[in-house]
T-cell receptor
């Protein structure tokens, strides 16, 4: 069965710290890995990764994928209170011709001022 | 460009009733997926529609059904509601599919409470 595991499940840091969130996966016919940020309701898209070793960057956020070791990390530098959210990792795969997106349980990040 | 719109935002129903949730995707998006989110299970895939056809289905009972109209708008129906159906129901649209060619864009969800 396809599985996506995120760690840690919860993280509390001070403003200005750097954090690293982890996502490991076991899926058949991997196609892509996506990161989302969920604050109140709608998860908002952050990154989509399909190739190993290529870092994607957006401001203070960056992410990289390792398809050999089956994991991805999401880095946030110089954290701000507005970064407090649940960060979701999802993996897209194809099984018997059907596309599938499996989500991890999320990491709840709290940034204290 | 308007985002994904879900209605209603909140619903309270009693056990045994049925409910219909609505989703309007981003203009030009032909794929609509539905997810159930609960604190214990996280985001669970319900089904995906593309060009009015159900392309994929998750592991949910037949009480959960959906459809997509020619304008890509989608509805999800849950019949014979159970207490365990209380959850946030999220709709997501994308250009091509469930995320591996283009990312999903989510709506704000419908919070369903079953009493």
């Amino acid at each position: 069965e396809d599985k996506v595991v995120q760690s840690p499940l919860s993280l509390v840091v001070h403003e200005g710290d750097t954090v690293t969130l982890n996502c490991s996966y076991e899926v058949t016919n991997f196609r892509s890995l996506l990161w989302y940020k969920q604050e109140k309701k709608a998860p908002t898209f952050l990154f989509m990764l399909t190739s190993s070793g290529i870092e994607k960057k957006s401001g203070r956020l960056s992410s990289i994928l390792d398809k050999k070791e089956l994991f991805s990390i999401l880095n946030i530098t110089a954290t701000q209170t507005g970064d407090s959210a649940v960060y979701l990792c999802a993996v897209g795969s194809v099984v018997q011709g059907a596309q599938k997106l499996v989500f991890g349980q999320g990491t709840r990040l709290t940034i204290n001022p | 460009k308007a985002g994904v719109t879900q209605t209603p935002r909140y619903l309270i129903k009693t056990r045994g009733q049925q409910v219909t949730l609505s989703c309007s995707p981003i203009s030009g998006h032909r794929s609509v997926s539905w997810y159930q989110q609960t604190p214990g299970q996280g985001l669970q895939f319900l089904f995906e529609y593309f060009s009015e056809t159900q392309r994929n289905k998750g592991n949910f009972p037949g009480r959960f059904s959906g459809r997509q109209f020619s304008n890509s708008r989608s509805e999800m129906n849950v019949s014979t509601l159970e207490l365990g159906d209380s959850a946030l129901y999220l709709c997501a649209s994308s250009l091509a599919g469930t995320g591996f060619r283009s990312p999903l864009h989510f709506g704000n969800g419908t919070r369903l409470t079953v009493t």
